[in-house]
Structures are given as structure tokens and as C-alpha cells.
Nanobody, 129 residues
């Protein structure tokens, strides 16, 4: 099991940027894939982005592709989500999640929330228009 803690959320104007961080402890960070998900008001949790164990493979939801970048620093046990050109519809609670075990790297495999084993508490991102 790994403990995950998100930070970096806040209030930003449309068009602005934020960088979310997710620190991990409890297991070798490089042994699991990482994902970011979000839950918008009144909506179900949805996939945002994911990164493989080494950071060499990334996946993005269409709604954030070209605006968000996921990365990880295994030496710092941290995964990041750089969010640029934010829109009001990006307003949500953002969660990071860890997925263990072997992985067949496909979009469907990395974007399915049920495949993730541990979750953080979430951080609120609010984008004003």
C-alpha cells in the first residue's frame, strides 16, 4: 500500500495555470503506474492523465490533451500535473492514484479507475471565468 497526498490546487482565472503535485510514501515509487483523475460537480470521477512506471509513456483524456502534462520524478517520489490554459469546466477535485503490478500499456488499461489500487484525498481546483 502507498500513501498519496495531493497539493497545489486553488483558485485561478480562466487561461491561467496550476501545477498539482502528488507525493507518495510507503512503497518503491518506481514500481507503480500513476494516474490523475477528477470529479467535477455533479459528475462521476473521470480520467485525466496517466504515466507509466518509468515516465516514458503517458496518456491523456481528449478534454485535456495539449493543455495538461503529466510527469514524475521517481527520485522525489512525486508525480505532477501541469495544467495550462485552464477552463471553467476544469473545475473539479483532482485525485492522484497508484496502480501496481504488471501493465499492458493501453489507453483503456491506464484510464480505468477500477485498476488503481490506492488514492489520495484530492485537491480542489477552481477556475473562474
Amino acid at each position: 500500500q502507498v500513501q498519496l497526498q495531493e497539493s497545489g490546487g486553488g483558485l485561478v482565472q480562466a487561461g491561467g495555470s496550476l501545477r498539482l503535485s502528488c507525493g507518495a510514501s510507503g512503497r518503491a515509487f518506481g514500481s507503480y503506474d500513476m494516474g490523475w483523475f477528477r470529479q467535477r460537480p455533479g459528475k462521476e470521477r473521470e480520467f485525466v492523465a496517466a504515466v507509466s512506471k518509468t515516465g516514458s509513456i503517458t496518456y491523456y483524456a481528449d478534454s485535456v490533451k495539449g493543455r495538461f502534462t503529466i510527469s514524475r520524478d521517481n527520485a522525489k517520489n512525486t508525480v505532477y500535473l501541469q495544467m495550462n490554459r485552464l477552463k471553467p469546466e476544469d473545475t473539479a477535485v483532482y485525485y492522484c492514484a497508484a496502480k501496481y503490478g504488471s501493465t499492458v500499456y493501453t489507453m483503456s488499461g491506464m484510464s480505468a479507475s477500477f485498476r488503481y489500487d490506492d488514492w489520495g484525498q484530492g485537491t480542489q481546483v477552481t477556475v473562474s471565468s
